[in-house]
């Protein structure tokens, strides 16, 4: 039994058996050229020095392709010569020569594959084939000249086109010529045009001509779907899409353009007959049926059938209705797709491409909303320029009063609910379905939130249905998993709705309460976001009691505090929680603005920085906030600077003492607990604030009682750091202390040195530089001693 290695292994023998031929045959032309060598004379021409043997040069085209351009160019040159002959030489022959030229020369060129095929000369008897068909074209053009001038030209283009798509045809499927490429794919070009000047022919107008090209398409994808893989489906896909995709235009022009229903009706059944040819093809194509069109070709098909048709059925609603309904029927008719999903059979590519189709009509529902929502949300903040101006006549009107109002747009709080209703029931995916659920709270509170503007209801009943939709949003996002998300439309509806309240003065307070105490409700589970929050809202409400009790704004910061002081005690309440930071920030930055507030007024600043001072503390008390004591500190200070300012007070030493007493008793204090701490971190900023502020001031000081004061204190320091063997007081309370007995000395310098002759300062100088140089090394020696002497203290 003989053994039939597989394709691959006998492949492989193939070509390791070739491979050792390629090598004995090199074995033996490498040895018949020795051969030859020897045998010739010894005596060869002189070569040229530094010329190699040119190496054999590569074709720069192989032979197949050399062949096909040659044949394509023999081809294009007989076809010109034909055109040349038909309309130049045509008119010197009679009918007969005609006739008999053009048939002898045409039968010549259609038989003349057949042999060439018998021979394999495949590509030659295409060209052939082609020159063939090409005359048949100019064999129909030269009839119509001769033997058929009074016909009009449309009619004659649909016979002839019939006939030359039937004779390429039928040419194309003969024993044979079968196997020729061409014929059946130039039928197929050829068919797509008596339809369409039988339409012209015709007078059938734009819906003629337009369900001439839809049909020819339709035609085509039934080739495109029934035929075996080749160049006649290709072709076939190419023309389908081409014919179609015009078809499609032309009828989404007439259906936009329609004067009424009946040709909005015409319109829409050329589109209900593109897409059920679109429907059918993706259908043919998911069932696997064939490979044409893939899984991507059918989704996309499946996807443009659904937009045609309710593009179809759509228009023809717009040219009965108004204007005003024109989105709400596109979205009921998307919605009407998602019944693909309860037929069982379905093809999942087309089922896909379905669901596509509607949730795109959805999508640009919800686009055609956007407006309106953008202008109920952001009118309202022109009222921060007119605020308590008055009334205004209607909720539309509210949020209009810098905007203008969309257009058609009476029925979209309708779109924006049917969308919210859809999310929430069709959904059904158990990872999908949380996040639809969220989509579709988002989407109903924009459907309330715009109802009041869109109805132009009063203006109090537009305050109530905002904040109904903001207290819904935050009930939302207080019992869903996803709260972050959810209270983002919670957050806009309140913004919206406390710049919507500034019209009138009790509009604005009782809106800042109602939103104080909503977001400090629903501080209970999601703190991080609503507690802080309520703190913003609590702020705005206290300046604007301020401002409508006709408070200063000095007198409104002491309403704005009470903020502060009820974050740092919600943050002391509060233990481990995520809300403790954003409550204490918008603490700190309702304090800042109470501040800002009291700085036109001296003494209510300096209450402010106080009361400021004393909530800092309060919160420096928690082991995790200790630091804040400096903070709090530092408020003390200010507090009272600006209080002696306040009251004319001048004196530095009423400005340094405050801070400099207590910050050296904090040092002494910081020194028992920890008892390697250095004394210029502990002594040393106290004595600068106190010390230095006075020297400076006692420099311009004309009387006596502040430098000897000042000498006396810097004395007391020096001995105390003496005793304690501490550097800070020591130095700084001598340095002081030397500096301030120079300014008492210097006038009687002054007056000693303008005794002197002029040479006796330089003298001194060079009397003291020669001592020195003298016993430099007994300086420095002393310098050793004083810095061993500074080093042990502290």
């Given at each position: 039994?003989?053994h039939?290695p597989?394709?691959?292994e006998?492949l492989r ?5 070739l491979?050792?031929l390629?090598a ?5 032309l ?9 045998l010739q004379p010894?005596w060869?021409a002189?070569q040229?020095?530094g010329q190699?043997?040119?190496a054999p040069?590569?074709p720069e085209?192989?032979?197949?392709s050399?062949?096909?351009v040659l ?5 294009v040159l ?9 309309l130049?030489?045509?008119g010197?022959?009679?009918i007969?020569?005609?006739?008999l030229?053009l048939?002898a ?5 259609l038989a003349?594959?057949?042999p060439?095929?018998r021979?394999?000369?495949r ?12 005359l048949?074209?100019l ?6 000249g001769?033997v058929f001038p009074?016909?009009a030209g449309?009619?004659?283009?649909a016979?002839?086109s019939?006939l030359?798509?039937g004779?390429w045809?039928a040419?194309?499927l003969l ?6 490429r061409?014929p059946?794919?130039?039928?197929l070009v ?5 339809l369409?000047f039988w339409?012209?022919?015709?007078d059938?107008g734009s819906y003629?001509?337009t ?5 020819t398409?339709?035609?085509?994808t039934?080739v495109a ?5 080749g ?5 076939a896909?190419i023309?389908a899409?081409?014919v ?9 022009w ?5 004067s009424g ?5 015409r319109?829409a ?6 897409s059920a040819?679109a429907l059918?093809?993706?259908?043919q194509?998911?069932?696997?049926a064939?490979?044409v069109p893939?899984?991507?070709?059918s ?5 443009t059938?659904?937009?045609l048709?309710?593009a179809?059925l759509?228009?023809?609603a ?8 024109t989105?709400p ?8 797709l998602?019944?693909?999903l309860?037929?069982?059979g ?10 596509w189709?509607?949730?795109a ?7 055609w909303?956007l ?5 109920v949300v952001?009118g309202?903040l022109?009222?921060?320029s007119?605020?308590w101006?008055?009334?205004p006549?209607?909720a ?9 109002w ?9 779109v924006l609910a049917?969308?919210?209703?859809v999310?929430?029931?069709?959904v ?6 949380p996040?639809a659920r969220?989509?579709a709270l ?8 715009v109802?009041p ?5 009063p203006?109090?009943?537009?305050l ?6 903001t ?7 207080v019992?869903l998993?996803?709260r972050t ?5 919670a957050?806009?509806a309140?913004v919206s709705l406390?710049?919507l ?6 509009a604005?307070?009782?809106?800042l309460?109602v939103?104080?105490v909503?977001?400090?409700?629903a501080?209970?589970?999601?703190a ?6 309520a703190l913003?809202y609590a702020?705005?409400l206290?300046?604007a009691t301020?401002?409508?009790?006709d ?8 309403l704005?505090?009470t903020?502060?002081?009820?974050a ?6 509060l233990?481990d ?5 954003p409550i ?6 309702a304090?800042l603005?109470a501040i800002a ?12 920085l ?6 800092t503390a309060?919160t420096a008390?928690?082991?995790d906030?200790r630091?804040l004591g400096?903070a ?14 306040a009251w004319?007070?001048?004196v530095?030493?009423?400005?340094t003492?405050?801070a400099g007493?207590p910050?050296?008793l904090i040092g002494?204090?910081?020194r028992?607990q920890v ?10 900023p106290?004595l600068?604030a106190?010390?230095?502020p006075?020297?400076?001031?006692a420099?311009?000081d ?5 430098p000897?004061?000042?000498g ?6 020096t001995?105390a750091?003496?005793r304690?063997?501490?550097?800070a007081?020591?130095?700084l309370?001598?340095a002081v202390?030397?500096?301030d007995?120079?300014h ?9 040195t ?13 009397l003291l530089?020669?001592?020195?140089g003298?016993t430099y090394e007994?300086?420095l020696?002393?310098a ?5 002497f500074?080093?042990t203290?502290h």
């Open positions: 039994m003989t039939i597989p394709p691959a006998e023998l193939l070509d390791a058996e491979w050792q390629d004995r045959r090199a074995q033996l490498a040895r018949r050229a020795w051969l030859v060598a020897a010894k060869q002189p040229p020095t190699r043997p040119a040069v590569r085209a192989s032979a197949p050399v062949q096909n044949l394509v160019l023999g081809g007989l076809t010109v010569a034909a055109m040349v002959f038909t130049v030489s045509w010197h022959l009679g007969t020569g005609r006739a030229v048939g020369v045409t039968v010549a060129a003349a594959p057949l060439l095929l021979r394999g000369l590509s030659t008897a295409e060209s052939v084939a082609g020159l063939g068909l090409a048949t074209v064999d129909a053009v030269a009839l119509h001769a009074e016909s449309a009619p004659y283009t016979v002839a019939t030359l798509a004779l045809t040419y194309g024993p044979r010529v079968c196997e020729l061409l059946r794919p130039a039928g050829a068919a797509q045009l008596p369409f339409a012209i022919a015709a059938a003629g001509l369900a001439a090209l839809l049909v398409a339709g035609f085509d039934v779907l029934r035929t075996s893989p160049p006649l489906r290709v072709v896909v023309v899409y081409g179609g995709a015009w078809g499609v235009l032309a009828a989404g007439l259906t936009w353009s329609a229903p009946s040709a909005a009706a319109a059944a050329l589109l209900l007959l593109a040819i059918s093809a993706a259908w194509g998911s069932r696997g064939t490979r893939g899984e991507e070709q989704l996309g098909l499946s996807l059938a659904g937009l048709a309710v179809a759509g228009g023809v717009r040219s009965a209705l108004p204007e005003v309904w989105v029927v596109h979205l009921a008719l998307g919605i009407a998602l019944a693909v309860l037929p069982s379905l093809p999942e590519t087309v089922r896909r491409g379905l669901l189709a509607s949730g009509v959805q999508a640009l529902s919800l686009l909303t407006p309106v929502v953008g202008v952001l309202p022109s009222w921060a007119q605020a101006t008055g009334t006549p209607d539309r009107a509210a949020v209009t009063s810098h905007l203008t969309p257009p058609y747009s009476g029925t979209a709080p309708l049917a969308l919210a209703g999310l929430a029931l069709a059904r995916d158990t990872t999908w379905r996040r969220t989509a988002g989407l109903a509170w924009g459907a309330l939130l109802v503007a869109v109805l132009e209801l203006y109090s009943v537009g109530l249905l905002q904040g109904a939709a207290a819904g949003a935050l009930a939302a996002a019992l998993s996803s998300v959810a209270l983002v439309p957050l806009v309140s406390a710049f309240s500034l019209a009138t003065r009790p604005t307070l009782t809106t309460c939103l104080v909503l977001f400090a409700a501080s209970w589970r999601a991080a976001v609503t507690a802080p929050t913003r702020v705005a206290a300046c301020g401002a409508a009790a408070w200063s704004a000095p007198h409104t910061a002491l704005v505090l903020v502060p002081a009820a740092a005690l919600l943050a002391w309440r233990t929680s995520p809300a403790i930071l204490e920030l918008t603490g700190a930055a304090a603005l507030l009291a700085t036109t007024e001296l003494p209510m600043l300096a209450l402010v106080a009361l400021c001072a004393v909530i309060g008390i928690r082991e906030r630091s400096y709090a500190a530092a408020l003390f200070l200010l507090a009272t600077w600006v209080r002696l300012a004319d007070v001048e530095v030493e009423a400005y003492l405050p007493v910050a050296m002494a204090l910081r028992r008892p390697g701490t250095s004394s210029w971190t502990a002594y040393a106290g600068t106190t010390l230095i006075s020297l400076v001031a420099w311009d004309p009387h006596w009682t502040r000897l004061l000042l006396l204190a810097a004395l007391l320091v001995l750091g003496a304690r063997h501490l550097q007081p020591l130095l309370g001598g202390l030397v500096l007995a120079l008492e000395l210097a006038p009687y310098l002054v007056q000693v303008d005794a002197l002759p002029h040479w006796v300062p330089p003298a001194l100088a060079g530089l020669l001592g020195l003298a007994r300086r020696r002393d050793r001693k004083l810095r061993h500074l080093g203290l």
